[in-house]
């Protein structure tokens, strides 16, 4: 065989395992999805597991409409609903039940319930033979896992081998911030804020080595994330110390069981550290690549190029946290302002938290691009020397 | 003084400094972007589509994000083109979910927060859960598909005979490096501002099967999840787009040189 044709031959075989999935990952994918079936399949069939009484809609009339005006003219129509629905679990499993329910065009805190719904439901028993009860909540597992089924087989089909290391690295992290939020919670006297100083160091860690591998590059991003976040955190401190926290609204924050000023630094910190981690590692990956691809290349030009990189990414990146942390407080803002909240007010309860997370993180991630590029530089140059 | 007003003086030294006229230009992007927000609540407050409301916000964003920090080139073209579609495809996605799992508006968490106010506003929430959803997404969706399509012009630009099929083969694997940092950005952002559900769930002791049937976690995941789900249909989506303008591009070149 002539070496230019086995050549060839290699080059279509390396095509080949580019372009086409090999056999092995062909298994690897019906096993995924073979997983994702069995989930769905048991949590369509899961009302065993729980203690709750489930019952699912088998006929729903609407027997009543009314038309609602509120103190503020807002116009909404009420619907009750009269429902029958089957017990699919627990002692009366398969005997019928009639449940009411109202709700209204707006569904700010209400449902209409279809056919085919579960719903979670306490029991009254009033008679022998008809069972009533009132309706508790939606079971909504099967939605979620569908969901989350759809989102891994979007991101394995469409990213491959680093989707399915995405994927893995997203588990870690909940399991992560589970873990920490157990330590927190066992420990009891020690602060939220030092559990999660600890947490985002092992989250950083474990999620830049996934992302990049164990390689000088990734070292010198996850030393900048630290720096970059904590840095962030301190000048976000030293701002509320020094204005006293005018124009901070704890009384916007939803879902507060502890002290909210304990628990806000606790999320700035942890919100701005994926956007952080993102910037450190596109700017070490360019600088790398850049000093890879020319050895010779000057201190200033390296540091240019990575200056410029930086200026093209920072619109970007303060934009995505910008946009997550507004969005949330959209149907929180409309309920204010069509009870007659005044714009001012309504704006300061619902905003001023959220802006000051969106700033916080967007310091942190324009701080992170110059150190992430003095600190690479600092690396690739000292190599340099050695050699 | 107010702690917004400094950090936003803070973030602004720090943007010109690092990022120059552009950071500047990124800095007032960020409040444009919040005049967009904030005029898209009030027309919602009146108009009833308010999916058409959001998509129009949407595109003003992107116009903003793209050209305006960007300047208009084929590059942000493509990029807008690419979010526009991906925009549409996620919207139709997450109506189907929505209807399904019935995530909108309030949930018993945030009872103690909501029982002051009137709950019948004539705002059908569950298009107000969709646009929440969408509007948490857009920044990131942008982002990644601008990466996927500067990055594609350089190639181009290196290599201008290059077939439509290897370029749209480099888009996918250029978005394939930045989609796992762009969906664990998404994942913090959205779990910093829930650090304070996941404890109250922890202190009022909810079983599994409380947390994951819950309203307002599911609204949340799910958030998440569609997000993931916008930042992944965006790679192919921006690639073939991407690779379809240039090359159109090059075609063009080549009959205006002919014509000559």
């Not at chain 1, 390396?14 to 999805?33: E, T, V």
């Not at chain 1, 919670?185 to 559990?195: C, F, I």
């Not at chain 2, 796992?180 to 959205?190: D, I, Q, R, S, V």
Request: hydrophobic share 50%; proline share 1%; charged share 15%.
């Amino acid at each position: 065989m002539s070496p230019l044709y086995s050549q060839h031959i290699r080059n279509l075989f390396s095509k080949q395992k580019s372009n086409k999935l090999s056999r092995k990952q062909i298994f690897l994918y019906i096993l995924g999805i073979c997983c994702l079936c069995i989930a769905l399949i048991v949590t369509n069939h899961n009302y065993s597991l729980y203690k709750k009484t489930i019952a699912e809609v088998v006929k729903a009339n609407v027997v009543e409409q009314n038309k609602s005006t509120d103190l503020n003219h807002n116009k909404d129509a009420v619907y009750s609903q009269k429902i029958v629905a089957k017990i699919m679990n627990g002692k009366y499993k398969g005997r019928l039940i009639h449940l009411e329910n109202t709700y209204s065009y707006s569904g700010a805190y209400d449902q209409k319930y279809t056919v085919g719904t579960d719903l979670f439901v306490s029991l009254e028993k009033n008679s022998q033979h008809a069972l009533s009860g009132t309706i508790e909540g939606v079971k909504r597992d099967k939605q979620v896992t569908a969901v989350a089924g759809l989102f891994i087989l979007i991101l394995l089909a469409i990213g491959r081998k680093q989707g399915f290391y995405s994927i893995i690295s997203l588990f870690i992290n909940i399991v992560l911030l589970i873990g920490a939020l157990n330590v927190y919670l066992a420990l009891g006297n020690v602060s939220l804020l030092a559990v999660c100083i600890v947490a985002v160091v092992l989250f950083t860690v474990i999620s830049l080595l996934l992302v990049s591998g164990n390689k000088e590059k990734t070292h010198v991003a996850i030393i900048s994330t630290l720096i970059g976040t904590f840095v962030s955190l301190l000048i976000a401190y030293g701002v509320m110390q020094l204005t006293d926290s005018n124009g901070l609204h704890y009384e916007g924050m939803e879902f507060v069981t502890i002290p909210p000023q304990k628990i806000f630094m606790s999320e700035v910190l942890i919100g701005s550290l994926g956007a952080v981690m993102d910037v450190a590692i596109t700017i070490t990956s360019s600088v790398y690549e850049l000093y890879e691809k020319n050895k010779e290349i000057a201190h200033k030009d390296l540091l240019k190029s990575g200056k410029e990189i930086g200026g093209d990414i920072m619109g970007a990146m303060t934009n995505i946290l910008f946009f997550s942390y507004i969005s949330g407080t959209i149907p929180m803002v409309l309920l204010y302002l069509k009870n007659g909240s005044p714009l001012g007010y309504t704006f300061s309860m619902n905003f001023s938290l959220e802006l000051i997370r969106a700033l916080t993180g967007s310091i942190g991630i324009v701080l992170t691009i110059p150190i992430t590029l003095y600190l690479s530089s600092l690396f690739i140059f000292r190599k340099g020397n050695r050699k | 003084m107010n702690v917004l007003l400094l950090l936003a003086l803070i973030l602004f030294i720090l943007m010109s400094i690092v990022g120059g006229k552009k950071g500047i230009r990124s800095f007032l992007a960020l409040f444009l972007n919040f005049g967009v927000i904030f005029l898209t609540i009030l027309f919602m407050l009146s108009i009833k589509n308010t999916i058409i409301v959001t998509l129009i916000a949407c595109t003003i964003i992107s116009c903003i994000n793209l050209f305006y920090i960007n300047k208009f080139n084929h590059k942000t073209l493509a990029a807008f083109v690419s979010t526009i579609i991906t925009l549409a495809v996620l919207v139709f996605f997450i109506f189907i979910i929505e209807h399904h799992s019935m995530i909108q508006g309030f949930g018993e968490e945030q009872e103690e927060e909501i029982n002051a106010f009137s709950l019948y506003v004539g705002i059908d929430f569950a298009k107000i859960a969709i646009c929440t959803i969408i509007m948490g997404a857009i920044g990131a969706i942008i982002d990644i598909s601008l990466s996927i399509s500067s990055s594609m012009n350089e190639l181009f630009v290196h290599d201008p005979s290059v077939t439509k099929k290897n370029l749209f083969n480099s888009g996918l694997k250029i978005g394939r490096d930045i989609l796992g940092t762009t969906t664990n950005t998404l994942y913090f952002a959205f779990v910093g501002g829930y650090l304070t559900l996941i404890i109250w769930f922890k202190r009022l002791s909810y079983s599994f099967g409380d947390i994951i049937n819950s309203k307002t976690f599911c609204a949340e995941v799910i958030s998440i999840l569609s997000g993931g789900i916008g930042v992944a249909i965006i790679i192919p989506i921006t690639s073939w787009i991407s690779a379809s303008i240039f090359l159109q591009k090059r075609e063009k070149g080549k009959q205006y040189k002919e014509i000559k």
